[in-house]
């Protein structure tokens, strides 16, 4: 024991198991904070609960119980982790086991042995460790293998117990700023996700999404939201509910129900409802999801808006049109109005972007070969158009 009857802790040095054994929970957890001070080492958010996690593991190789978490710390430590990187390892699995219980999981002791039995340096490194060893496989071969085709196929032919965990982990990479001319690891395992067509693949992509209004977006939550589309019926029952539970996530729900190919009431109702909520994105979502039933609805809330942002109204007319119906003239005259009173402010904004970004990247797109306003943009940002280049491309075009 050191000075004052505390324990000595190195996390790099492996603590003598009977004066580790002989000292209390608080002297070993103090002594592990301690150690971690003084190095200057990183804890997180939570000191405590890294020292927990710590004492341990610390715990289970002095006692050799189980015996996988030693072996399991010395492997790692042949494979080029040092020591206290190897307990963080270890620490990773016990983490999610520790997070299970707390939900009520029973601690399953052969399926934590089996786990630190399969623990890897390279599954560490690739921040994978943590995931079982099913997953954790999957998603190595996904990150390390050349062929691409190969390991979208393997995660394609896999269940969703071991596939989804994997595509969830990689999609959670900050790897957005890849290659030029490659696509992000996390992109591809959301594309994935939305691929599967499943009930699971969906809930994953649904815990994606962070609270985000109109005007806080990222690539990957659009990404998320493309995903969501392509996930067809699976996604029907979890998105309604997450529209109606989630007021925060309604405008992307709206999104997603707009375009996932399916005719349901429910759907049809809550676009309709959503109008008086956000009239911007509801009048694309009844555009896109294409029943003419919606005309009266779009046209009354047309004669109802007042003059403003005229890419509202501008919207509104569209959805009415290409649902088959006309507009009134007071209706064409309001559209008109809106534009006339905001041309001059684009023009402005539009000289300054050119000279913030140069002229060419900014020059007109034609209307047909303009993407939809919920789409990726023409310039390949991977951003959506109305988040883009939408405003650029109305100040451009003529009048």
Known sequence: MARGGSVRYHADTVPDPEEWLASSDSERNDAVLRFHRLKGAHTGENPDGHALLHVTIENQIALGDPPETRIAIERLQREGLDRHEALHAAASILAVFIAKAMRGVPFNNEEYRDRMENLRASLWNDGLAYLPKESALLASEFLHTANIDRANAAIAAAPDASAVPALVAIAEFDDLDGGENEEPFSFRAIGLLGKRGTVEAVEALLAMLPAFDEDIEDMRSDRVIFALQASGAAALEPVLRTFDTKPDLRDAMSEVLSKLGIRDERIFTRLCTYLQENPLLAACGLGSYGDEHAV???????????LGDPMIAREMGSAIEELGGELTPAQQRKIETAQARTTG?????????RRLTGEERLRPVVSADRPGRNEPCHCGSGKKYKKCHLEADEASRPR
């Open 296 to 306: 009266p609805a779009l046209s009354a809330a047309l004669d109802a808006l007042p």
């Open 345 to 353: 402010r684009q023009t402005r904004r539009l000289r300054e972007l």
